[in-house]
C-alpha cells in the first residue's frame, strides 16, 4: 500500500516536470505599474499624466514582506481566485503590467467580506509574448488609508501617491481570461474565440456582451444578464456561462467576419473586457505554366506565366528570377502582372509573367517564381531549367557532313580517270587540302 502511494506521489511529480510548466507556485513576477496622475486643468479638462515604473506582484499573505523593498509591492493574498491557475508556459515569457481601475460612476459595493464602499482597485494584465493567453485580474486593495472619500469627486482625483518600496495587499477578485488573444484564420472555418472568467464570490450578477469593431462600427453580437436572465443574440453557450464560460463560437468564417472581437463581463462594480483581434488568411496556390525542365529552340519565343490563386488578404509578392547553372544572380527579367482577380468568396489571384526569347548562353538557366504572402512563414518558389539547342546549327552540321560525303563519291568517281596520268598524285593532294 505504501508503495502504491510513493508511486502515485512519484508519478504526480512526474506529470508536474514533463507537463506543460506549471506556475501555480509563482512567488513573485517581475511588472511595469503604469501609474496615473489624474487632475482637471484650467479648460476643466481631465488631464492624465502617466507614470511608467518597476513592480513587483508577490503572492502571499497578510503581514508578509516584500521580497524586492526598493520596488512597489503589490502583495496579493489569498482569495477564491488564484490567478496564478490561469497563467502558462515560461515564467521569462510572462508580460505583466499593473494599472489603476477606475469604477467610474459605479457606487457598487463589493458583495465579498472585507469589502468597503470605496475600495480601490487596481488590474494585472499578463500577456504571454507568444500570444498562449492573456490574463486580467482585478485587485482590490485591502489596506487603504481610512480616508473618508469625498462622495462627489470621482474616484481617480482622490487617488492616493504610491511611491517606490510601498507595499500594498490586495485580494484578487475577478480573472479574466482568453486562451485566443488575438486570431488568425481562414475561410469557412468556425473558430472558438475563447473568454473565461472567475470571479471570488458565488452567484455573482453578470452581465455578459460581444461586441463587434469593425471601421469604427459596433455591432452587437450577444448579451446576456443572470439578473434578468434575458439573453440577445447567439454565439455563446448559455450552459457555459455559470461555469465562466463565455466563449463565441463563429459561424463559418468569411472576409467580413475580420475586425475585433470584444468580450465584456460586468460584475458591478468591475467591467472586464478582452479585445480580441481576428483577422482572415488563405494562402495562395502557387503553380507556373511549365514543368521542372523547358527546352526551347533558339529563336523561338515562349510565355511564362507563374499563378498565385485564391489568397487573403490583398498583398502579395509575387516576382521571377533567375540564376546561371552555377548559381549565381543575373540581371533581372522584365516581368508583368496581370490585375488581380477578386473571387466571390472575397479571396484573390494574381499572375507574373514574361516572355522569353532565349540565347544560347541561357541554357542551364534555372527560372524561380517566388510568391511572399502575410499567410506564409517562408515564400512558395517553383522553379524550372532551360535548355536551348540551336536549330541552325543543326542543319549546318548537316550540310557539312553532306558536303563531305558528296566530295568523296566526286573522289571515288575521277579516281579512275586520273590513276594512269603523272599529275594524279596533285591532284590527290588538292583534294586533301580540300578537305
Ligand atoms: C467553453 O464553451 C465552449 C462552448 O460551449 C466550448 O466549446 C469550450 O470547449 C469551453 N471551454 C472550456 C475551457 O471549457
Ligand atoms: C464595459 O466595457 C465594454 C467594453 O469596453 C463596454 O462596451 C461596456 O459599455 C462597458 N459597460 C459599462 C457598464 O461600463
Not at 82 to 90: I, K, S, V
Not at 176 to 193: Q, W
Not at 320 to 329: H, I, K, N, Q
Request: hydrophobic share 35%; net charge neutral.
Amino acid at each position: 500500500m505504501f508503495w502504491t502511494f510513493d508511486g502515485l506521489l512519484l508519478a504526480l511529480l512526474c506529470l508536474g516536470v514533463n507537463g506543460s510548466q506549471s506556475l501555480y507556485d509563482l512567488q513573485w513576477l517581475s511588472c511595469r505599474f503604469v501609474d496615473e496622475k489624474v487632475h482637471i486643468n484650467k479648460e476643466d479638462h481631465i488631464e492624465t499624466e502617466y507614470i511608467t515604473r518597476a513592480a513587483v506582484l508577490q503572492f502571499g499573505k497578510v503581514g508578509d514582506r516584500s521580497s524586492h523593498p526598493t520596488i512597489t509591492t503589490f502583495l496579493v493574498t489569498a482569495s477564491k481566485v488564484d490567478m496564478r491557475r490561469y497563467l502558462e508556459g515560461a515564467e521569462d515569457k510572462l508580460q505583466c503590467e499593473i494599472h489603476r481601475y477606475s469604477t467610474g460612476r459605479i457606487k457598487t459595493r463589493w458583495p465579498t467580506a472585507g469589502a468597503q464602499d470605496h475600495d480601490v482597485w487596481f488590474t494585472s494584465t499578463i500577456r504571454h509574448s507568444e500570444g498562449l493567453f492573456v490574463t486580467k485580474t482585478f485587485l482590490r486593495h485591502t489596506t487603504v488609508a481610512p480616508v473618508a472619500p469625498d462622495e462627489e469627486q470621482m474616484d481617480f482625483l482622490q487617488w492616493e501617491t504610491i511611491n517606490d518600496g510601498d507595499l500594498l495587499t490586495m485580494s484578487a477578485a475577478m480573472v479574466f481570461l482568453s486562451k485566443t488573444p488575438s486570431v488568425d484564420v481562414g475561410l469557412f472555418k468556425e473558430p472558438d474565440l475563447d473568454c473565461r472568467f472567475a470571479v471570488d464570490h458565488a452567484l455573482p450578477h453578470a452581465t455578459v456582451e460581444w461586441k463587434l469593431q469593425q471601421h469604427g462600427r459596433r455591432t452587437d453580437l450577444f448579451s446576456y444578464s443572470s439578473r434578468t436572465g434575458k439573453t440577445e443574440g447567439n454565439g455563446v453557450a448559455l450552459k457555459a456561462i455559470a461555469a465562466g464560460n463565455v466563449s463565441y463560437k463563429l459561424r463559418s468564417t468569411s472576409t467580413h467576419s475580420e475586425g475585433t472581437y470584444i468580450c465584456s463581463v460586468m460584475v458591478p462594480p468591475l467591467n472586464g473586457s478582452h479585445d480580441i483581434p481576428l483577422r482572415i488568411s488563405e494562402q495562395p496556390h502557387v503553380s507556373i505554366n511549365v514543368g521542372s525542365t523547358l527546352s526551347m529552340k533558339l529563336g523561338e519565343v515562349q510565355m511564362l506565366k507563374c499563378d498565385a490563386e485564391r489568397y487573403y488578404p490583398l498583398d502579395v509578392d509575387i516576382k521571377w528570377y533567375r540564376e546561371t547553372p552555377d548559381g549565381s544572380p543575373t540581371p533581372p527579367l522584365k516581368v508583368r502582372h496581370s490585375s488581380h482577380e477578386r473571387h466571390r468568396d472575397g479571396t484573390h489571384s494574381v499572375s507574373a509573367f514574361f516572355y522569353l526569347k532565349p540565347s544560347m548562353e541561357e541554357s542551364g538557366y534555372k527560372y524561380t517564381c517566388s510568391v511572399s504572402h502575410k499567410s506564409l512563414l517562408s515564400p512558395i518558389y517553383k522553379s524550372f531549367t532551360l535548355r536551348v539547342t540551336d536549330p541552325d546549327s543543326t542543319l549546318w552540321y548537316i550540310a557539312k557532313i553532306g558536303f563531305i560525303i558528296s566530295m568523296v563519291v566526286i573522289i571515288c568517281y575521277m579516281r579512275p580517270q586520273y590513276l594512269g596520268t603523272k599529275s594524279g598524285k596533285k591532284v590527290r593532294m588538292k583534294v586533301g587540302i580540300e578537305e
